[in-house]
């Protein structure tokens, strides 16, 4: 019987417990990027997104929104990435732009990101 009787106060405690945590958190923007795409992908949309001129020029329908789209939907290629630096890293993104696939090369300053070369 005592057995039993911790496994209530455990199961009444951890439902206490989920209750509170559900209403601290119901509101908030709380995401949980454990893996180091969604880490890389989160610090990118959180910043200024930059598309130089010149890619605006060679590419009509490119827009800040499309780059944000882009961001989310694609995934970081590692090995091409350069994340040795000190100051801005870039990374390497590949997947479809504009119903295209396409290769994103974008730096990832402290304040903004930049968008580098655009590969379809």
Known sequence: MAFLKRLGYYLFGLSIGV???????SGKKTSCNYGPQARVKSQLLRKEINVPDYILKNEINITDKVIEDFIKNSSIDFSESNTKKDSCKTYVLKGNLISKHASVEIENCSKTATVLKINF
Request: glycine share 0%.
């Open 19 to 25: 209750i509170i945590l559900s209403f601290i958190f």
